[in-house]
């Protein structure tokens, strides 16, 4: 039973995230290990695996990066502990000119506001990539679709140093 | 306010089919068992009616005393006499040496291992102490519900680590109760309060308890109880208040000399007494003896109260930022603030956390006893006394779990805040010819560095097929459990091999030690070894008959004709076994039927996935 089985959902990269976490919900209240205290020991260890499996498949689901890789991981591509590098000049050199940005943004004269800014210009970005990554899983562009993911890990790695800066500035 | 239950005729257990069952605040300075009777979650009292039981242990010559009347010996009798076991639970020798340089007891023992105190009753573990803590709790429970309990839900600090837990589900063995869950304390004070007012969004548990401090951020929907982050410090704690006041109290009354067990103490109450008071007044006087009669005076303000406490309530404060920012929310989108533990009445941490939340944070259950309530309730429904309960708990891990590498570097497994249950499998191979067996050194905590993390436990691989180097790759699977509680697993990828592991605790007790504590504290009871164990199988397999007929009768249709006989028919030998008086029988036939029913639990889960679901989506039409 695969993660989209599971949660009864067609296998896309595109789902309702508010129905996920409804389902979510809805099988926990039914497998959760607390609902056999009073059961066997088979009974138990078999709901702590579910239970967990349940946890492992929700938080994959949950996240648009490790979604997309599950979904490449099913057409035979691994992404998550590959070592590739992107090659992408044009990609590359915009995630330059983002990291002097970043860099520039603590010697601005409000700093607060710029990083609010680029904030909504890395959204931007991601929702872009994130619309790509559907589109290339159903046309079954894997390759295009694996490219897609390596930059959106790029963009989620900007954000959480944007993030980052944030705390440090406001402390 | 009381809550006054009333249900559909036929959903309720009748009052002599209820189970007993009892929620258990096993605190640092003050325990607390609850249950629930007619509807009411309530703390139980003692025969003088007080409900608060002082988490002190007093080890006389042939008497082991808990409570008042071990507090009311502390100052005779300092070395034997154990206050706030719970600081040293799962913690090294060093470990408790270096945090309370001022402790009146003997220790035993190496300095890397698990601490054990010096009494005239023989060395204690404090697994052992907490131990006798929770019989003195059982012992009030029984007396005052007439029977025997059939299992309780016991609190940890939610920021607990793998040893601390451990232990304490230790303890509660070796007190001979059934532990159906370890609950966190704040999702306790959570459950509640959530019950009381069925409100939805994220709420933050604020719990400054005597040792220890708390915060986690839930998040209550539709019934389900969501521990979205935790943070805070084991080691700091109402404690530490009384700790700021006796080192003012020095300073002001120039005592520079080594002061007796019995000064220290005294101080220590005098310190205690001053905050208390600080509570409801702006000034509070502290007077006291020396033992060399010298009368000592001194006015303390709120202010100067204050001055000292900042920096304790700030740490908490940062915690507080931490959970918040671990949870992905900002302090203005919390709900309501819940208080829990004695040292909130504190008036400068009501003010800080009030100004840190921007609202006033919620007190109206006393926030002594709102963790045992909170336990009872659940513990209540774990025992299945509330069959139609839909509510869920899902807990987070509250550290990191990894191993070490090469270097004495950690490498991540299972990171902070993950949902529980949780499994993580992480591959492994041989660097030598022939190598047969493997050593893995599990941690927990955040730091890079395998010496800055809590060693949790040394596995050892065995039996694993001898193979070229690199050969052989053992696949070994991290569980943690709804209890936060670890076990690990590991086969051999190729041949399917299981590797046996063998599990050294680091700070914690061997399974044959708890035996032979098990076996003494049963025999200091006086009780019939036989007999009790003859009435825990026979209970064992009433509740196995019971639920196993109840699903053959139900979901009897996924197994062949030949496969339900079978059970049947074992079912059968299991209740004729019951009749008779044979413990040992009784529990290898439990076994026997739980191995020949693994496969119709599994069909009979899988089926109810597909049921869940259906249900789901009538739900969301």
Known sequence: ?171 | MALLQISEPGQTAAPHQRKLAVGIDLGTTNSLVATVRSGEALPLADQNGIKMLPSVVQYQQDNIVVGYNALEQAEADPENTIISVKRFMGRSLDDVLTTYPELPYQFEGDSANLSRIKTRQGNKSPIEVSADILSALKQRAEHSLGDELQGVVITVPAYFDDAQRQGTKDAARIAGLKVLRLLNEPTAAAIAYGLDSKQEGEIAVYDLGGGTFDISILKLEKGVFEVLSTGGDSALGGDDFDQAIVNWIKVQAELNQVLSSRERRVLKEQAKKAKEALSDADSTQIQFKLDNQTQIELTLSLAEFNQMALPLVQKTIIACRRALKDAQLKAGEIKDVVLVGGSTRVPLVREKVAEFFGQQPLSSINPDEVVAVGASIQADILVGNKPDSDMVLLDVTPLSLGIETMGGLTEKIISRNTTIPVAKAQEFTTFKDGQTAMAIHVVQGERELVKDCRSLARFELRDIPPMAAGAAHIRVTFQVDADGLLSVTAMEKSTGVQASIQVKPSYGLEEEEILSMLKSSIDNAQEDVEARRFAEQTVEAARMIESLGNALKADGHLLDEKSRQTLSNELEVLHQLTLQNDAEAIKKQIEKIDQLSQDFAALRMDQSIKLALKGQQVDEI
């Open chain 1, 1 to 171: 039973m695969n993660y989209f089985e599971l949660f009864n959902f067609e296998v896309g990269y595109d789902l309702d995230v508010k129905q996920l976490a409804d389902r979510y919900r809805q099988l926990q209240r039914a497998f959760h290990p607390d609902q056999y205290a009073s059961g066997s020991e088979s009974e138990r260890l078999l709901a702590v695996k579910k239970s967990a499996q349940i946890n492992d498949a929700f938080s994959t689901l949950k996240s648009p990066v490790a979604r997309a890789e599950y979904l490449l991981a099913m057409a035979g591509i691994e992404l998550s502990h590959e070592t590739k590098t992107l090659q992408d000049p044009v990609f590359l050199m915009q995630q330059m000119e983002y990291r002097e940005h970043l860099e520039d943004i603590q010697q601005m004269s409000d700093p607060l506001n710029a990083i609010m800014e680029f904030e909504q210009t890395l959204e931007q970005e991601q929702s872009a990539l994130q619309q790509a990554i559907s589109a290339q899983l159903q046309n079954k562009d894997f390759d295009a679709a694996a490219n897609s993911v390596r930059k959106l890990k790029f963009m989620i790695k900007l954000n959480s140093e944007l993030e980052r800066l944030e705390d440090q500035i406001a402390d």
